[in-house]
């Protein structure tokens, strides 16, 4: 498909709308607004995949090496079948196409760094006065591609700081964090697309996830290498088929061939909650403990339903005593452990627990504390991260908004901007050029800046005239996650 057809229909004539003699349009694509409690940050991530997959790769193939009355022809079909008669028109398309190049300038942030609410991640423009129009008319396809990734990098960020504090707290392994948050959300996002952009964004703070092509993406796209570095893993893990094609009565002994025959060794991760998880826990795990305590590796018990912090720290309202108890506790007395040196219990290598239904930031964070409070180290459970996290959000979740904020009319420059008298500020653009300062609390916006102001900020030119001028790898931008610490949630 031409990616010139890769925007809403209402783009296709603003060419003609601007004012006579435009030269220049110049943007920026900003957070305007937070809409999680404690988040005035965002994680800046997705661009170099952005550049590097549409404006790059589409563009070669689908467009400039394609002949010019081909795409041409095509490009017009679709335009006078979708408006009907207009003067929308060809040559402009045309002359891009014997450019062979997309005369535009990006210039970002560094990928990985938390961006303040209000402050712009990236600006565009065009090098060359007839395709002004090509700036806004990317607005639609960098919008669709950049949200997704931002959103689940800074909300798997704040998974990792809730994480490494009750890490640091209760637990002598906090190196354990880096697996301790897994990605589940492949079958719940919204196409492979999204699930592979969000996975990638997950996958900056942690290194744990189930979502395959992820690894592919970071390879393609950010220069990691999954034979020198560890860009994201698993175990062996069981579904609910596996278990019931063992039949209720013979689960007991599905979980010992488990254990013994098919991985004598190893992690392996079994779903318990198939019927009745507490049986499991009192029955089966006792009868079990030599063959789990005598296994090189863990044994993972993974509930699967309920409500996720009664079920692994214990309910006091449960009905039973092992409701009352919990998964860590009655793993603990079944196969105990050590009491590490900050005074909370850790359950013995061999057994574990992952929780991977329903996971949210309030709910790993109520899990981590209670543990705390029963003495139990925060390491003794993983948390699968799904689709309820990473697909419940929109572009709206953080106000992602691309919006021109400078242009130029016969060689004059002009700062434009909005701000709708109905709205309650969160529309209200930047005015002018812009350039971004680095300060000791962060990123911060000057706008109405010169040229030559623009020229000296933190933003720095990725991409100009069909080249991709800065190629950063995944570890780079591990490190600015890891390193750019703001964003509080806890």
Aim: hydrophobic residues 35%; aromatic residues 12%; charged residues 25%.
């Amino acid at each position: 498909m031409n990616p010139l057809l890769f925007t809403d229909g209402y783009k296709v004539d603003h060419r003609r709308q601007y004012p006579e003699q435009t030269t220049l349009v110049y943007s920026n694509w900003t957070p305007r607004k937070s809409r999680i409690e404690g988040i005035e940050e965002v994680v800046f991530f997705g661009l170099q995949y952005f550049i590097k997959k549409y404006m790059i790769e589409a563009f070669t193939k689908d467009f400039f090496s394609q002949p010019k009355d081909i795409v041409c022809q095509k490009y017009q079909r679709r335009i006078n079948n979708y408006l009907g008669e207009n003067k929308v028109g060809i040559k402009h398309i045309e002359d891009l196409h014997d450019l062979g190049y997309l005369p535009m300038v990006v210039k970002a942030l560094p990928e990985g760094v938390s961006v303040p609410i209000r402050v712009p991640m990236l600006t565009m423009y065009n090098t060359k006065p007839e395709f002004f129009w090509l700036t806004n008319y990317f607005e639609t396809l960098l919008s669709t591609t950049l949200w997704l990734p931002c959103n689940s990098a800074t909300i798997a960020k704040q998974y990792r700081r809730i994480l490494d504090k009750y890490a640091e707290e209760t637990s002598t392994i906090p190196e354990f964090v880096d697996w301790q948050g897994h990605d589940f959300s492949m079958r719940g996002m919204g196409g492979l697309e999204a699930a592979i952009i969000s996975s990638a964004g997950h996958l900056l703070s942690f290194t744990g996830t189930d979502t395959i092509p992820s690894i592919d993406f970071f390879e393609e796209y950010y220069n990691a290498n999954s034979d020198t570095e560890l860009i994201g893993g698993s175990v062996a893990a069981t579904e609910h088929s596996v278990m019931c094609m063992g039949t209720n009565e013979g689960e007991e002994e599905t979980f010992k061939r488990l254990i013994t025959e098919i991985y004598p060794n190893g992690i392996v991760s079994i779903v318990s909650d198939t019927w009745d998880l507490w049986k499991v826990l009192t029955e089966y795990l006792p009868n079990l403990k030599n063959e789990v305590l005598s296994r090189e590796g863990k044994v993972v018990i993974r509930p699967d339903s309920g409500d996720p912090a009664d079920i692994i720290c214990g309910n006091p309202n449960g009905k039973t005593e092992a409701e009352k108890k919990g998964v860590i506790q009655l793993l603990w007395e079944i196969f105990g452990g050590k009491t590490n040196a900050k005074g909370y219990k850790e359950l013995d290598s061999h057994i574990g627990a992952i929780y991977g239904d329903s996971i949210t930031l309030e709910r790993a964070k109520a899990i981590c504390e209670r543990l705390k409070q029963n003495g139990f180290a925060s390491t003794n459970v993983v948390l699968g991260i799904g689709s309820f996290t990473y697909q419940y959000n929109t572009r709206d979740t953080f106000g992602f908004a691309m919006k021109a904020t400078y242009g130029e009319v016969n060689g004059v420059g002009r700062e434009i901007y909005k701000d709708p008298i109905t709205d309650d500020g969160t529309k209200k653009s930047a005015k002018g050029l812009i350039k971004i300062e680095k300060t000791e609390g962060g990123y911060i916006m000057k706008d109405q800046v010169s040229w030559e102001e623009e020229q000296q900020g933190e933003l720095k030119e990725v991409f100009k005239d069909g080249e991709l001028l800065i190629n950063d790898t995944l570890q780079e931008i591990r490190n600015r996650v890891k390193n750019n610490q703001p964003i509080l949630f806890l």
